[in-house]
């Protein structure tokens, strides 16, 4: 009744609760966000630390690791050369043989063409080089300031004392270590290549022995992919670059500017470094163009460049190299930038085709069509960012009009 009443009164029995559902483990700091972080913090630490010490590895043992690279791309660039002349009946030493040699005659041929071109030529470059010094003489005395005859002569001391010095004889040995070191690593490669050309499928079966099911298969696809992409952008930038050279070559012979066929070789070279060796093969054609031939035919060779480059951009990469070889030239320029600080000139040159080759291998991860799941692509719900919204009104009304 109340609350001071004598007779208490009767209690209602509750019930317990009943349990619906298990609380599972208790939480632990792991399990918030801030615990994610912190372990995909520490994965990515061991991950760079692992690269780090791959880098390292492979810096230490450049001598093995460079030669054999460029032996397998060389051999997948080649090898199907060397496969036809088998299946012709030829044998596998002698075809292996053949190839060898007709790439040192092509390499052979168009050394011996680029020296003749500069003998042939070294008179004229030797009178315009003198003609060029007396210019650029008349313009210093136009200038507004002179050097003294002390500077001069301090320049040419600190020369000759840094030509004395210790300094000189140290970058002296080191360039002959060096050049020791590229014919070593030159006759390593060519022996690599020879045995890849002659025994790489069956080198490649030794080495997938340990794996079994899905993981020899996987293991298969990765190898065909890689030697698929390195053949295929090997041969399409060589192709690519044989049509630069053979395009700026012939405007430069049609202009009549000195050692024309030497900067075709070296526009041919330089090919091989998207982007950035077609601007540099550019410029030095248009400055052997300035000094030789005067400001207005170096200005029409920038626009042959210019129009070959973009023909090559457009139209030949594509069809030559297809679309799925092609990478984002985003890609490209950050993939130079860190091949050059990484490796210098060898690193400008195989970044770029050893991307493309992580490319492939992850597209064909989970089956020869399958790329990864994380490289998949997504269907979009929103629009992408930064798109035109004119695009997304006209796909609405698209996609209404259909309906």
Do not use: C
């Amino acid at each position: 009744m109340s609350l001071f009443s004598r007779r208490p009164e009767p209690r209602t029995v509750v019930a317990p609760a009943v349990v619906s559902a298990d609380p599972g483990p208790p939480r632990t700091l792991w399990a918030d966000g801030f615990g994610r972080l912190a372990v995909r913090g520490v994965q990515i630490i061991v991950v760079v630390v692992l690269v780090a010490g791959l880098i390292w590895g492979i810096r230490q043992l450049t001598l093995v690791i460079i030669p054999l690279i460029l032996a397998l791309i060389f051999a997948s660039a080649f090898g199907p050369v060397t496969m036809w002349m088998r299946r012709k009946g030829v044998p596998a030493v002698l075809a292996t043989l053949l190839t060898l040699l007709a790439v040192v005659a092509v390499l052979g041929a168009l050394g011996w063409l680029v020296a003749n071109a500069v003998i042939n030529q070294w008179d004229y470059l030797s009178s315009q080089a003198v003609e060029g010094f007396q210019r650029a003489q008349d313009w210093y005395h136009t200038l507004p300031f002179a050097i003294s005859p002390e500077q001069v002569n301090q320049a040419v001391q600190g020369i000759q004392s840094f030509v004395t010095s210790s300094e000189f004889g140290t970058g002296a040995l080191a360039g002959v270590s060096a050049i020791a070191s590229f014919v070593t690593g030159l006759v390593l490669m060519v022996v690599i290549l020879f045995f890849f050309l002659k025994d790489g499928p069956r080198m490649w079966e030794f080495v997938l022995r340990p794996f079994r099911g899905a993981d020899y298969d996987r293991a298969r696809r990765i190898g065909d992919k890689t030697v698929t992409v390195l053949g295929s952008y090997v041969r399409g930038t060589a192709s690519v670059a044989a049509v630069d050279a053979v395009g700026i070559g012939i405007g430069l012979a049609i202009l009549q500017v000195p050692l024309a066929l030497p900067l075709a070789v070296l526009v041919f070279l330089l090919a091989f470094i998207p982007i950035v060796g077609a601007v540099t093969a550019g410029i030095l054609a248009a400055l052997v163009a300035l000094v030789t031939n005067g400001p207005i035919v170096a200005l029409i060779v920038v626009g042959i460049v210019v129009a070959v480059n973009q023909l090559e951009g457009n139209f030949l990469q594509p069809v030559l190299m297809g679309r799925s070889m092609k990478l984002h030239s985003f890609v490209v320029l950050v993939v130079l930038a860190g091949g050059t600080a990484i490796g210098g000139i060898l690193g400008t040159l195989l970044a770029v085709p050893l991307t493309a080759v992580a490319w492939g291998i992850v597209t064909v991860w989970n089956g020869p069509d399958q790329p990864a799941e994380w490289a998949r692509p997504k269907k979009r719900r929103d629009p992408v960012p930064f798109a035109d919204t004119n695009d997304a009104d006209e796909k609405k009304k698209k996609t209404k009009s259909k309906a």
